[in-house]
Nanobody, 123 residues
Framework: QLQLVESGGGLVQPGGSLRLSCAASGDILDNYAIGWFRQAPGKEREGVSCISSSGLSTLFKAAVKGRFTISRDNVKKTVYLQMNSLKPEDTAIYFC????????????????WGQGTQVTVSS
């Protein structure tokens, strides 16, 4: 059974960058699309980006297009979310999860959620 662990969060100033990692164990990562989600205090969890099992297809939430990129290394069993030009509104706990395909960023279509990593964008 696939297990996912997020890392790489932290405190960064507006305009800064962070790279989040989602490390997989327990199953072959190649079998799954992986999505990144975030949840800010008092708000619902929302989809940020996903990447297909091959890495050839991606989706992004409109608010992060052009600032975030997603990539994967199936040999290292890790998916990355590179976040540039960070804004205070990007502050949230970031989670990764798996799905059969990267065709949606709906929370209900994903499973095997990690524990999350905190990202805080503040001066």
């Amino acid at each position: 059974q696939l297990q996912l662990v997020e890392s790489g969060g932290g405190l960064v100033q507006p305009g800064g960058s962070l790279r989040l990692s989602c490390a997989a164990s327990g199953d072959i990562l190649d079998n799954y699309a992986i999505g990144w989600f975030r949840q800010a205090p008092g708000k619902e969890r929302e989809g940020v980006s996903c990447i297909s099992s091959s890495g050839l297809s991606t989706l992004f939430k409109a608010a992060v297009k052009g600032r975030f990129t997603i990539s994967r290394d199936n040999v290292k069993k890790t998916v990355y979310l590179q976040m540039n030009s960070l804004k205070p509104e990007d502050t949230a706990i970031y989670f990764c999860a798996r799905a059969p395909r990267c065709t949606t960023l709906r929370v209900r279509d994903y499973g095997a959620w990690g524990q999350g990593t905190q990202v805080t964008v503040s001066s």
